[in-house]
T-cell receptor
Framework: DGGITQSPKYLFRKEGQNVTLSCEQN?????MYWYRQDPGQGLRLIYY???????QKGDIAEGYSVSREKKESFPLTVTSAQKNPTAFYLC???????????FGQGTRLTVV | QKEVEQDPGPLSVPEGAIVSLNCTYS??????FMWYRQYSRKGPELLMY????GNKEDGRFTAQVDKSSKYISLFIRDSQPSDSATYLC??????????FGQGTELSVKP
């Protein structure tokens, strides 16, 4: 089945630790995104990538990092510099900018 | 001012009602528009994609775009309890990133 797979579904992080969220797609899409969703708020863009080995900061990139070494994969690292990382993280992909975007099922990150 | 404004609700309607969900936007460069449905603790699911002004229908759902007014709507006919979810509008232009509304929480009561 084609789709976007995010893992893990739930993730717990201790204060001061870096954690990496996985996003893999087998849709052959060029563009990939990471969003953060907090209760009662919409989706806020963290980073996006239009092509392998290239990515751009979104509106709330501070405290996050990404890589795009393969077309299929766009992992997100939440660093210790992110002051309030507890949130629901969503990965999405598009064939190209201007086309439909499809989402994974999300990763819920909790700081303990 | 946000680029995309969406009433967060919550919106509560009886089963069978017609539901109207709306977004306004400020960027006249937006060319394509989407509506997503998101159930609690799940990823958003694409419902409708439109590229121009006018209406697009898919079953009980109709998406309407009015570029002159910078206003888009999603209508749900014969609403069902299973339609209870948060509905997100999204829009963008060629070469630009997607911008999302805040989402409207809808509850359809049996």
């Amino acid at each position: 089945d084609g789709g976007i797979t995010q893992s893990p579904k739930y993730l717990f992080r201790k204060e001061g630790q870096n954690v990496t969220l996985s996003c893999e797609q087998n849709l052959n899409h060029d563009a990939m995104y990471w969003y953060r969703q907090d209760p009662g708020q919409g989706l806020r863009l963290i980073y996006y990538s239009q092509i392998v080995n290239d990515f751009q900061k979104g509106d709330i990139a501070e405290g996050y990092s990404v890589s795009r070494e393969k077309k299929e994969s766009f992992p997100l690292t939440v660093t210790s510099a992110q002051k309030n990382p507890t949130a629901f993280y969503l990965c999405a992909s598009q064939t190209g900018l201007g086309t439909e975007a499809f989402f994974g099922q999300g990763t819920r990150l909790t700081v303990v | 001012q946000k680029e995309v404004e969406q009433d967060p609700g919550p919106l509560s309607v009886p089963e069978g009602a017609i539901v109207s969900l709306n977004c306004t936007y400020s960027n006249s460069a937006f060319q394509y528009f989407m509506w997503y449905r998101q159930y609690s603790r799940k990823g958003p699911e694409l419902l409708m994609y439109t590229y121009s002004s006018g209406n697009k229908e898919d079953g009980r759902f109709t998406a309407q775009v009015d570029k002159s007014s910078k206003y888009i709507s999603l209508f749900i006919r014969d609403s069902q309890p299973s339609d209870s979810a948060t509905y997100l509008c999204a829009m963008g232009n060629q070469g630009g990133k997607l911008i999302f509304g805040q989402g409207t929480e809808l509850s359809v009561k049996p």
